[in-house]
C-alpha cells in the first residue's frame, strides 16, 4: 500500500526458494593486503605476548614462525588471527609431523596461518572462522618442550614473519 507515494505496508502472496543460502566468503575486486606493517592480523594468544622463539635462523635450522609461551600459558585460548575457512586440522596424532595437534586455516589473498602444538583443537576442516574466533588451547603436542603455540603466516606458499602482519598483541 502507497500513501503519498512511501510504501506504508506489503503483503507478500506467495514465496518460492529457488537456491537454498550458502555461507562464503567471496573476495571481490583489486584491494592488496598488507606486506608488512601489520594490520591484516590478531594477537592469536590474546594476553600471552611473550616470544619465545622468533622467526628465521636458529640452532637446528630454520624456524618458520614465532612460538609465543609464558608463565600460565598451558591451556589458555587461541583465536583465529583473521576470518577464514579450517583446511587442515590434526587431533589424533600427538605427533602430527612435529607440530603436535595443529590447525591450519586459509584467508582471502593467497594468506595461511599454522598454530601448532595445541592441548586440544576446537573446530573442523571446512568450518568457517571469524577473526578472534577460538579455535584451540595452548598445548605441548609434537616436537616441542614445554607448552607454547607455534603460530606461522604463510603467503602464497611461503612462510613470512608474522610480527610484520600481526597488529597488536
Same mark, same amino acid.
Given at each position: 500500500?502507497?500513501?503519498?507515494?512511501?510504501?506504508?505496508?506489503?503483503?507478500?502472496?506467495?514465496?518460492?526458494?529457488?537456491?537454498e543460502? +550458502?555461507?562464503?566468503?567471496?573476495?571481490?575486486?583489486?584491494?592488496?593486503?598488507?606486506?608488512?606493517?601489520?594490520?591484516?592480523?590478531?594477537?592469536p594468544?590474546?594476553?600471552?605476548?611473550?616470544?619465545?622463539?622468533?622467526?628465521?635462523?636458529?640452532?637446528?635450522?630454520?624456524?618458520?614462525?614465532?612460538?609465543?609461551?609464558?608463565?600460565?600459558?598451558?591451556?589458555?585460548?587461541?583465536?583465529?588471527?583473521?576470518?577464514?575457512? +579450517?583446511?587442515?586440522?590434526?587431533k589424533?596424532?600427538?605427533?602430527?609431523?612435529?607440530?603436535?595437534?595443529? +590447525?591450519?586455516?586459509?584467508?582471502?589473498?593467497?594468506?595461511?596461518t599454522?598454530?601448532?602444538?595445541?592441548?586440544?583443537?576446537?573446530?573442523?576442516?571446512?568450518?568457517?572462522?571469524?577473526?578472534?574466533?577460538?579455535?584451540?588451547?595452548?598445548?605441548?603436542?609434537?616436537?616441542?618442550?614445554?607448552?607454547?603455540?607455534?603460530?606461522e603466516?604463510?603467503?602464497?606458499?611461503?612462510?613470512?614473519?608474522?610480527?610484520?602482519?600481526?597488529?597488536?598483541?
Amino acid at each position: 500500500v502507497l500513501v503519498d507515494g512511501v510504501r506504508e505496508s506489503i503483503t507478500e502472496l506467495s514465496s518460492t526458494v529457488i537456491k537454498e543460502p +550458502v555461507t562464503q566468503v567471496k573476495v571481490v575486486g583489486t584491494k592488496k593486503y598488507p606486506t608488512g606493517a601489520g594490520g591484516l592480523f590478531i594477537w592469536p594468544v590474546p594476553g600471552y605476548t611473550n616470544i619465545y622463539s622468533p622467526y628465521g635462523w636458529r640452532e637446528g635450522g630454520f624456524h618458520k614462525g614465532i612460538d609465543i609461551s609464558q608463565s600460565g600459558i598451558n591451556g589458555k585460548t587461541i583465536v583465529a588471527a583473521a576470518a577464514g575457512k +579450517v583446511v587442515e586440522v590434526n587431533k589424533t596424532s600427538t605427533w602430527g609431523a612435529g607440530y603436535g595437534y595443529y +590447525v591450519v586455516i586459509e584467508h582471502a589473498g593467497g594468506y595461511k596461518t599454522r598454530y601448532a602444538h595445541c592441548q586440544s583443537i576446537d573446530v573442523n576442516v571446512g568450518d568457517t572462522v571469524y577473526q578472534g574466533q577460538p579455535i584451540a588451547k595452548v598445548g605441548n603436542t609434537g616436537r616441542s618442550s614445554g607448552a607454547h603455540l607455534h603460530f606461522e603466516i604463510i603467503y602464497n606458499g611461503s612462510t613470512v614473519n608474522p610480527t610484520s602482519y600481526v597488529k597488536g598483541k
